[in-house]
């Protein structure tokens, strides 16, 4: 980095210096001097650059966040249906565990990853699984079972990750600063008479500026933004497992409450 500061401030008291004793000499006094005009140009070219790049960053992290959320729904679902395969007298206690962290999932860590947190009680859940295979070693059904508990845990551990920001603050208030210079530079070219098109048109831009800066904040947040991502597809594999197992043994069976917790 300091590298970097050193040799970029160096060009540019190299570039002044050269200016002021070798400009003159070789264009000539007649040569027509650079305006702010000529560079707000490549300005306006580096503020599209960092907010395309920041724009893509935002959006692989709301897309890997959208993908492991749909993993892990994926992942529970399968290790409730292996488990309706194995021997009927030890098949109920992997099942009920699934049903228990799939609520526990959508009722008790959703709500704290919008501060980039997460819950233990999701934790308690899928130690009690890992448990509850120890009886299952023996059957066919036993690596498929440990396979999809460990894409459960992976998934897991990719949504959690997605609940803090990809992009780093210094990123964003360089971006932030960046754009703000250059619709600074845009307005001060303005002619300063019968400029009511050109007034219109910067402030077209400078919103279309602010939306892009506000869009990117948000889905650079995606638990907890305006454009989220939701436990929707959790809730579809909770529906779907919850019902059968209740069909299957009852309600009372569940050792959990709705909300998740252990009963």
């Not at 509850?132 to 059904?141: A, C, I």
């Not at 845009?186 to 279309?208: K, M, Q, S, Y």
């Amino acid at each position: 980095m300091t590298v970097t500061i050193v040799v970029i401030a160096a060009s540019f008291a190299v570039g002044l210096l050269a200016n002021r004793l070798l400009s003159r000499r070789m264009l000539g006094d007649e040569a027509e001097p650079l305006t702010v005009k000529d560079l707000t140009g490549p300005l306006q070219t580096l503020a599209v650059l960092v907010l395309a790049f920041v724009l893509v960053m935002a959006a692989d992290s709301f897309g890997a966040a959208e993908e492991a959320a749909r993993n892990e729904a994926a992942a529970v679902e399968q290790m409730f249906e292996v488990a309706e395969f194995v021997p009927e007298g030890v098949r109920e206690r992997p099942q009920a565990v699934a049903v228990c962290y799939a609520r526990s999932v959508i009722h008790q860590e959703w709500p704290t990853m919008k501060d980039g947190h997460h819950s233990p009680v999701p934790d308690e859940w899928a130690n009690q699984f890992g448990a509850s295979l120890k009886p299952l070693r023996n059957t066919t059904e036993f690596p498929m079972l440990l396979a999809a508990d460990d894409d459960r845990s992976k998934a897991r551990r990719d949504r959690l990750s997605q609940s803090t920001p990809a992009i780093p603050d210094v990123m964003y208030w360089f971006m932030l600063v960046t754009l703000a210079l250059t619709v600074i530079a845009v307005a001060f070219i303005l002619p300063t008479r019968r400029a009511g098109a050109e007034i219109a048109t910067l402030a077209v831009f400078t919103a279309l500026l602010t939306a892009s800066l506000l869009v990117i904040h948000d889905v650079d947040r995606p638990y907890r933004g305006v454009i989220n991502v939701d436990s929707v597809s959790m809730s579809v594999t909770l529906d779907d497992i919850a019902k059968d197992f209740v069909a299957t043994y009852g309600a009372g069976k569940v050792p959990c409450d709705e909300q998740g917790l252990p009963a």
